[in-house]
């Protein structure tokens, strides 16, 4: 054994805001369960709970470990940096690997640009993370990054692992659960995804080749959740509903077991944004029978033509189908929309305002383009010289939340810029009112009409309203 005691890190990010851990890390959660299957003394430490880097010290002079699992993103990547420098200047004797999306995409550039680093873990980690521990020779170990010397190899790429059911899903033993704010449990139950969008990182990441669990294997894990006392799961797949004939069995399993008395209470939610060519009106409906009530379609634009542009391989026609399909049937909806694309019109914004008002929805996320690294957007802008500023900056911005326009708009106009990012939050209220209005109206009449104007314009407070909507419900 190489080595015989690993400590996971999820870093967070010390010169922003304090803000509590939402959920815990799930790609950590699968690396913890792979290295007790095999094993391999392991903990976590998730620095985004609020701890201090004095708390991570002497976590490590507790555990002791001889390996540290950090998963590092592309935001923020310099606090990363800095962080490991001080891990190594520290204990020098421990070694330090990395993985996540930032070493999957930089590779050998984030070696060079942290000298503190042992090893870069690429792509899906589980089974470079356990032939790393074991001892196999380093050269043979695919998917790794490591120091020969005054050298960095890479041994190569390693392929994806096609049954994803073999991986034992994430318990969180080593996880203090109890600090993340939010109530419900996040399950993967697939990996990679098979479309061309322009703007997306994960096939960069996960890969094309979309994989998937049974629908036993997510019965397990809801059954476990639930029983652990969670009444929300939410699915954070990429194309959750690629596999529909995968998604109606799940549905019959959550069904046989209501009708034995098991899962009381229990509701689901896919948030991460679901194909609109991947549903029907009759998977929707059955999701909804089986205690799905909320969903997000990624429709990211407003037009033929700019769905051509970014390659969503979808039309306008199918996406609208899979909006009215899935209200009708009862669920509440929400939608990802994106602005700023170098090749988008101000008419291009107004049809993406357009078709979030044009339905009964709950919400619409409306985000300025990241050219994420890796992506084709990202190339296409680089290479016609279209930053506004430049990714070293914005990936490394102080301010997560600060709207700024990274990318130039050759079509748009800076006065047009201003206009739509004055009228984003006006749509997004709009949406808001019309949904808490609907929801009142039909629970309290004319009350519930006037509680819901006042709370869309804010007069009155969330607190307020959600009492009034318990009070119902109950």
Avoid at 319 to 337: H, K, Q, T
């Amino acid at each position: 054994m190489r080595f015989q005691n690993v400590l996971l890190v999820p870093v967070a990010y010390y010169n922003s805001a304090y803000r509590p851990g939402d959920v815990p890390d799930l790609a950590l959660g699968y690396l913890a369960e792979y290295l007790k299957s095999h094993q391999i003394a392991y903990d976590v430490f998730d620095l985004n709970l609020g701890y201090s880097f004095d708390d991570l010290v002497a976590k490590i002079k507790a555990v002791r470990p001889d390996l540290l699992g950090i998963a590092m993103k592309s935001y923020r990547y310099k606090d990363s940096y800095v962080l490991i420098q001080r891990i190594k200047a520290a204990f020098p004797d421990v070694k330090i690997a990395v993985g996540a999306a930032h070493i999957s995409t930089e590779r050998e550039r984030v070696l060079k640009e942290c000298p503190a680093i042992d090893f870069g873990i690429v792509k899906e980690g589980e089974d470079t993370l356990i032939e790393l521990c074991q001892g196999a020779p380093l050269k043979d170990i695919k998917g790794l990054l490591y120091r020969d010397g005054g050298k960095i190899v890479f041994t190569g790429e390693r392929q994806f692992r096609r049954d994803i059911n073999a991986l034992p899903w994430p318990r969180y033993e080593k996880f203090e659960l109890q600090k993340y704010w939010y109530p419900g449990m996040c399950v993967l139950s697939s990996r990679g995804c098979p479309e061309k969008c322009t703007f997306c990182a994960v096939p960069v990441v996960s890969g094309n080749w979309w994989r998937f669990r049974s629908p036993e294997s997510m019965m397990e894990e809801i059954s476990h959740w639930h029983a652990k006392g969670y009444r929300r799961i939410e699915f954070l797949d990429d194309n959750f509903t690629f596999h529909q004939e995968r998604i109606l069995k799940l549905c019959d399993l959550i069904d046989q077991a209501k009708k034995g008395g098991q899962l009381k209470g229990l509701r689901f939610n896919v948030p991460q944004g679901v194909r609109a060519d991947r549903v029907t009106k009759q998977l929707l409906q059955r999701m909804k029978d089986a205690g799905f009530d909320r969903m997000s379609y990624g429709v990211e634009v407003g037009n033929e033509k700019m769905l051509a542009l970014v390659r969503k391989g979808e039309s306008l026609e199918t996406i609208e189908r899979a909006i009215r399909d899935a209200i009708d049937v009862g669920f509440d909806v929400s939608l990802n929309m994106m602005v700023g694309f170098p090749f988008q019109t101000l008419q291009d914004v107004e049809d993406t305002f357009n078709l979030a008002l044009k339905y009964p929805i709950r919400h619409a996320n409306f985000n300025n383009l990241v050219p994420y690294l890796g992506t084709e957007d990202f190339r296409r802008i680089k290479e016609n010289g279209l930053f506004v500023i430049q990714p070293e900056e914005y990936l490394n911005d102080v301010n997560p939340k600060a709207e700024r326009v990274l990318v130039k708009t050759p079509h748009i106009t800076p006065e047009q810029r201003r206009y739509i990012e004055e009228k984003i939050p006006r749509v997004q209220a709009e949406i808001r009112k019309r949904y808490h209005l609907r929801r009142l109206r039909r629970d309290y009449g004319f009350p519930g009409k006037v509680i819901g104007t006042l709370y869309a314009k804010s007069v009155i407070p969330k607190s307020l309203f959600n009492a009034v909507v318990k009070a119902k419900n109950n």
